[in-house]
């Protein structure tokens, strides 16, 4: 059974840090394309980072350039997001999500609020 398990999430304040994980099990990823997404309340859910598994490729919406960054984890099958300069726009739930071709997996989804 293939887990996503997302965590790392909570209550930052503006200009702050906070680093989400995401634990994936239950087949070899080695080919998949895996990404953060994230949906604040009442809006579509909308992409924020994507890496390739294989040669660590990576690919951000212009909305985060520069603040956050997607990395992987081989050994410990596990893809971070680390976000800096946090703003009060990038609240939402973030979800780990992992792709090739027409299969799609999704996590639960994890918290992120930036308030003061």
């Known amino acids: 059974q293939v887990q996503l398990v997302e965590s790392g999430g909570g209550l930052v304040q503006p200009g702050g840090s906070l680093r989400l994980s995401c634990a994936a099990s239950g087949r070899t990823f080695s080919s998949y394309s895996m990404g953060w997404f994230r949906q604040a309340p009442g809006k579509e859910r909308e992409f924020v980072a994507r890496?390739?598994?294989?040669?660590?490729?990576?690919y951000s919406a212009d909305s985060v350039k520069g603040r956050f960054t997607i990395s992987r984890d081989n050994a410990k099958n596990t893809v971070y997001l680390q976000m800096n300069s946090l703003k009060p726009e990038d609240t939402a739930v973030y979800y780990c999500?992992?792709?090739?071709?027409?299969?799609?997996?999704w996590g639960q989804g994890t918290q992120v609020t930036v308030s003061s």
């Open positions: 890496i390739s598994w294989s040669d660590g490729s990576t």
């Open positions: 999500n992992a792709n090739y071709g027409l299969t799609t997996y």
